[in-house]
């Protein structure tokens, strides 16, 4: 089994300040690794995802996230934000664990970040 | 190139009605998932379907829950005699097969039960 926990539900933060959201996993297999973005009244948007390879992971609109296997974490960071990203951000791991050898998520419950001017 | 499809974007029902959802999946995606997000929580997993097949349905509730992906047309989602606690935001998402990791998702169906 395998399951995501998001350690903040909601991160207030100025314009121009760097952020960080916080996601922790478990999991007893070899993982990936997703952000997504939502807007109010959208749908998922894959900011970034971690496969293998180099831990440090580059995503769209200036995001980052880093893969720490020792802490099972994968913290999604950004040095600088806009109002334009305030919205709700969800961490997911998958594995192939679904039916017939599928890869199958599991989300985080969701970070709100709230970009104050 | 046009994304997921999901119609209706905003669907009304009263207490006993039944809600159907639709779903096209991307150009060259024969795989879809529906999803379930209710109010301040993250997309739980429902139902995972290949054209004529579904391949994992862990995630549904076992009664007025039922979902068909047809050789043609869209995955339909379907919720019998709807109940306040079925309001949410339902998600579709494709892949171009199932060994993929990465999935599209659509802009969601919003179903309001009243």
């Known amino acids: 089994a395998q399951s995501v926990t998001q350690l903040d539900s909601q991160v207030p933060v100025f314009e121009e300040a760097p952020v960080e959201l916080r996601c922790n996993y478990s999991?007893?297999?070899?993982?990936?690794l997703f952000w997504y973005v939502q807007y109010p009244n959208q749908g998922l948007q894959l900011l970034l995802k971690?496969?293998?390879?180099?831990?440090l992971v580059k995503g769209i609109n200036g995001f980052e996230a880093e893969f720490n296997k020792s802490q099972t974490s994968f913290h999604l960071r950004k040095p600088s934000v806009h109002i334009s990203d305030t919205a709700e951000y969800f961490c997911?791991?998958?594995?192939?664990?679904?039916?017939?050898?599928?890869?199958?998520?599991?989300f985080g419950r969701g970070t709100s970040l709230i970009v104050h001017p | 190139n046009a994304g997921v499809m999901q119609n209706p974007r905003h669907l009304v029902r009263r207490r006993g009605q039944e809600a159907r959802l639709r779903c096209s999946p991307m150009?060259?995606?024969?795989?879809v998932y529906w999803y379930r997000q209710l109010p301040e929580e993250g997309l739980k997993f429902m139902v995972y379907?290949?054209?004529?097949?579904?391949?994992?349905e862990s995630g549904m509730p076992k009664e007025r829950f039922s979902a068909e992906f047809p050789k043609e047309g869209p995955s339909i989602l379907r919720i019998q005699q709807v109940v306040r606690g079925d309001s949410a935001a339902y998600f579709c998402?494709?892949?171009?097969?199932?060994?993929?990791?990465?999935?599209?998702f659509g802009p969601g169906t919003r179903l309001t039960v009243t």
């Open positions: 998402a494709s892949s171009p097969d199932g060994r993929t990791y990465e999935q599209y």
């Open positions: 999991s007893s297999v070899s993982v990936y």
């Open positions: 971690y496969l293998s390879g180099s831990t």
């Open positions: 997911a791991v998958t594995s192939q664990s679904g039916a017939g050898g599928s890869y199958i998520p599991t």
């Open positions: 150009k060259g995606h024969s795989h």
């Open positions: 379907l290949q054209k004529e097949n579904i391949i994992d």
